[in-house]
């Protein structure tokens, strides 16, 4: 079974960067598209970024795009999402999410309800 654990999270001042870890065992992720999402206090989950399981093809939420990247390495085992120019609104905890795709290889997708595999999350503050 597959299983993801974040890290990464951390405080940070605004403008500040992250680099938030998805490490997989159990399984490699290379059929399986994954993405981060963003749950704010209070507020509900939302997709911040996906990459599929074959080409490397990437989607992004509008207030992430050009400052945020997703990216898989170590052996694909390992999905980063790099955060750069952070703002307050990012404060949240980030989840990294998989959904197999053995048959779609190239999908995408940003909605939650797409994903079946889950990590715990792990914390991102953005405060001055």
């Known amino acids: 079974q597959l299983q993801l654990v974040e890290s990464g999270g951390a405080l940070v001042h605004p403008g500040g960067s992250l680099r938030l870890s998805c490490v997989a065992s159990g399984l490699t992720l290379d059929k399986y598209a994954v993405a981060w999402f963003h749950q704010a206090p209070e507020k509900e989950r939302e997709g911040v970024s996906s990459i599929s399981a074959s080409n490397g093809e990437t989607l992004y939420a509008d207030s992430v795009k050009d400052r945020f990247t997703i990216s898989k390495a170590g052996a694909k085992s390992t999905v980063y999402l790099q955060m750069n120019s952070l703002k307050p609104e990012d404060t949240g905890v980030y989840y990294c999410?998989?959904?197999?795709?053995?048959?779609?290889?190239?999908?995408?997708?940003?909605?939650?309800?797409?994903?079946?595999?889950w990590g715990q999350g792990t914390q991102v503050t953005v405060s001055s």
């Open positions: 999410a998989a959904v197999p795709r053995v048959f779609s290889r190239h999908w995408v997708g940003i909605r939650a309800t797409d994903y079946d595999n």
